[in-house]
């Protein structure tokens, strides 16, 4: 089999609630996703979607993606889209760093390999575990007030696991991990999730005032390095993300005791390839994970879903749902949210069939 045809598509992603706010005063209201066709000279035409949080989130930005794969795929004409190592080391052989260009592109190998075969992509890679599995919901960054009010509401929808988006004033965080406690159910989970958006004081700060309140401390710094100290200083569990993006840090972050979890976003690492290296190495250490990406549609759904059912119960700390923010569908067959729970399909791939008349026409055509 051979890669014959490469399309690329521009969808707008808005939100239900309207906007989505996190630290350093960032929002976005609207998502500039890239979904990507890759056709054979068997018939089988796979699909990925990137989608970076906007320009200000990770060294990622939309139309930088498109760029990217404008400039990769010419040069994948003619590969085989089977054999998803050979094809993703070719393209870090091609294009040194740029991960989030070539995820798109990787998760559309996966999905023609598991249509070839017959297999959803979860039965690819490993095992599809149990019937379901929990997600989780972020809450916006809001008063402590209104956001602690939003755990009663996600609750309603089923959720039991919530990521609480702070990274601003301290005082203001502290009220906020207060406020959304105080709401919590037994079995419930809390996430202070400030995604870099402290300096190592304030984060110590915080920490030592959430000492005693059952949540979980995510990304408090920029760097390793600040977030090391935090870890070191705070008996709270740690997560770390934006510092997860590649197998390297996750070796270093284990022999450095610098987090009980990660947050794994698949196309922050270059697709799934790589995610299912990072995935089984953590599994296999130990550390448990949460599975999601920087944003996305029914395609990054989907493709979240298929690595988070193949991932050990025990090891899976939460995922997302992404395509129940977003007021736009783009494929049929993606998974659903049901009582804060989600499955994957047991079609072949992905499961998912685009809607391409939501995708419109292609803002690039390879062939």
């Known amino acids: 089999m051979r890669i014959t045809q490469i399309d690329a598509y521009r969808v707008e992603l808005p939100l239900h609630e309207g906007s989505y706010k ?41 139309a930088g993606a498109r760029a990217g794969i404008a400039e990769l795929a010419p040069q994948l004409i003619g590969l085989d889209p089977l054999q998803v190592g050979v094809v993703h080391r070719f393209m870090n052989q ?4 740029h991960p ?16 070839a075969c017959g297999q959803p992509v979860a039965n690819l890679l490993g095992g599809r575990f149990g019937e379901d599995f929990p997600l989780y919901r972020a809450i916006s960054q809001d008063t402590p007030e209104a956001m602690a009010e939003m755990v009663g509401v996600y609750r309603t929808e089923g959720y039991t696991k919530f990521q609480l988006k702070v990274g601003g004033d301290v005082e203001t965080d502290i009220a906020r991990i207060f406020a959304a406690a105080e709401k919590l159910q037994p079995g419930d989970v809390l996430v202070a999730d400030a995604n870099t ?23 408090p710094c920029r760097t390793y390095e600040e977030c090391l100290v935090v870890r070191r200083k705070t008996a709270r569990p740690f997560v770390l993300d ?54 996305g549609g029914d395609i990054v759904t989907a493709t979240i879903a298929h690595l988070a059912h193949s991932t050990p119960p025990e090891m899976l ?28 399909t047991m079609q072949p791939g992905l499961g998912i069939v685009p809607r391409m008349e939501v995708l419109g026409k292609p803002v690039l055509s390879v062939s």
């Open 22 to 62: 996190w630290s350093g005063g960032n929002a976005v209201t609207v998502f500039d996703s890239t979904v990507v066709a890759v056709g054979t000279d068997a018939g089988i035409t796979g699909y990925g979607e990137v989608c970076p949080l906007g320009p200000a989130y990770l060294p990622a930005y939309a």
């Open 94 to 97: 091609r294009m040194r760093g």
């Open 100 to 115: 989030y260009v070539k995820s798109a592109l990787d998760v559309a190998c996966w999905d023609i390999l598991g249509k």
């Open 197 to 219: 958006g402290w300096t190592q004081h304030q984060a110590l700060r915080v920490a030592d005032a959430a000492r005693l309140v059952d949540v979980y401390i995510e990304q």
């Open 242 to 295: 934006e510092v997860i993006d590649d197998i390297g840090m996750v070796v270093r972050g284990a022999n450095d005791q610098a987090m009980d979890v990660i947050n794994l976003k698949i196309s922050k690492v270059g697709g799934l390839t790589p995610a299912r290296q990072i995935r089984d190495l953590c599994v296999a250490l130990g550390i448990a994970l949460t599975i999601e990406d920087t944003w």
């Open 317 to 344: 700390f939460t995922t997302t749902d992404f395509n129940s923010y977003v007021t736009v569908g783009i494929a049929d067959g993606a998974p659903r949210r049901q009582n804060g729970r989600m499955s994957t």
